[in-house]
């Protein structure tokens, strides 16, 4: 465990519920101070800027990061990317199974949270920008309603099936959470992810819950959702509303 929590420092993108969301997600479950620079600090922005800015070349240490969330931690480390925040993160949080009971359980974790990125988050925004993500959604509507169409019809539904799979399956140690009886950071990003997808196509989401044939991972959705840390921390001030990140809700993409 992190002695000294309050020392994590979080750089993510402000505003709105991002890639950064997974990590801050970490944090809350576990009830582990953090200061979130983009959002707590009006000049915060600048610091996230600085950090991805050309002119950065990184120092002895560390390479320079291209995007945020940077996670910045005592005063030497520096590490970008989600997935891989997380997997410093886990066994810091218990949010992993433990390494000597379980050596290759934190592996399988990260499978499970890489898994729920690609499916619910990366493929979810690449609906409202399938050709160019340096393109107004507007100038490649055509092609994001088709590709909207398929993530509904197919890409949706086998990445729900395959986590309500996962949950049937005897890794999981009882159906409650995707891998070894526990909660860890692959049920708070699938959480994150299934949400975001939720607001972006509630019509298609409301037609798979009600369909039943995803009944553990809607079960599972509702469960980390239900957590006393998680619970206070969605009402509060700190959850930053959805907008135009990575999970937009155009209702022409959630059409039939």
Not at 171 to 185: D, F, I, M, R
Not at 187 to 202: E, K, R
């Given at each position: 465990?992190?002695?000294?929590?309050?020392?994590?420092?979080?750089?993510?993108?402000?505003?709105?519920?991002?890639?950064?969301?997974?990590?801050?997600?970490?944090?809350?479950?576990?009830?582990?101070?953090?200061?979130?620079?983009?959002?707590?600090?009006?000049e915060?922005i600048?610091?996230?800027?600085?950090?991805?800015?050309?002119?950065?070349?990184?120092?002895?240490?560390?390479?320079?990061?291209?995007?945020?969330?940077?996670?910045?931690?005592?005063?030497k480390?520096?590490?970008?990317?989600?997935?891989?925040?997380?997997?410093?993160?886990?066994?810091?949080?218990?949010?992993?199974?433990?390494?000597?009971?379980?050596?290759?359980?934190?592996?399988?974790?990260?499978?499970?949270?890489?898994?729920?990125?690609?499916?619910?988050?990366?493929?979810?925004?690449?609906?409202?920008?399938?050709?160019?993500?340096?393109?107004?959604?507007?100038?490649?509507?055509s092609?994001?309603?088709?590709?909207?169409?398929?993530?509904?019809?197919?890409?949706?539904?086998?990445?729900?099936?395959?986590?309500?799979?996962?949950?049937?399956?005897e890794?999981?140690?009882?159906?409650?959470?995707?891998?070894?009886?526990?909660?860890?950071?692959a049920?708070?990003?699938?959480?994150?992810?299934?949400?975001?997808?939720?607001?972006?196509?509630?019509k298609?989401?409301?037609?798979?819950?009600?369909?039943?044939?995803?009944?553990?991972a809607?079960?599972?959705?509702?469960?980390?959702?239900?957590?006393?840390?998680?619970?206070?921390?969605?009402?509060?001030?700190?959850?930053?509303?959805?907008?135009l990140?990575?999970?937009?809700?155009y209702?022409?993409l959630?059409?039939?």
């Open positions: 465990m992190i002695k000294k929590a309050h020392s994590l420092v979080q750089k993510i993108g402000p505003g709105m519920p991002g890639r950064g969301e997974n990590i801050r997600l970490a944090f809350e479950a576990t009830g582990t101070p953090y200061t979130d620079v983009s959002n707590e600090n009006k915060g600048n610091d996230v800027l600085a950090q991805i800015s050309a002119d950065n070349v990184g120092d002895a240490n560390n390479p320079p990061p291209l995007a945020p969330p940077i996670l910045k931690h005592g005063e480390i520096l590490i970008s990317q989600s997935p891989n925040i997380l997997f410093y993160l886990g066994p810091k949080l218990n949010l992993v199974p433990n390494t000597d009971e379980d050596p290759v359980g934190i592996y399988h974790v990260n499978a499970l949270a890489l898994t729920a990125l690609d499916g619910l988050s990366n493929e979810a925004h690449d609906t409202h920008h399938p050709i160019a993500t340096g393109d107004y959604y507007e100038d490649q509507k092609e994001a309603l088709k590709k909207a169409k398929d993530y509904r019809a197919n890409r949706l539904p086998k990445f729900l099936g395959y986590f309500n799979r996962v949950l049937k399956g890794a999981s140690k009882g159906g409650e959470y995707l891998y070894g009886g526990q909660l860890t950071y049920d708070l990003v699938f959480f994150q992810c299934l949400n975001g997808v939720t607001h972006a196509f509630p298609a989401v409301a037609r798979m819950r009600e369909s039943g044939d995803y009944d553990l809607f079960a599972l959705y509702d469960r980390v959702k239900g957590l006393d840390k998680i619970k206070a921390y969605l009402e509060s001030d700190r959850r930053q509303k959805y907008s990140g990575i999970w937009r809700h209702p022409e959630d059409d039939e």
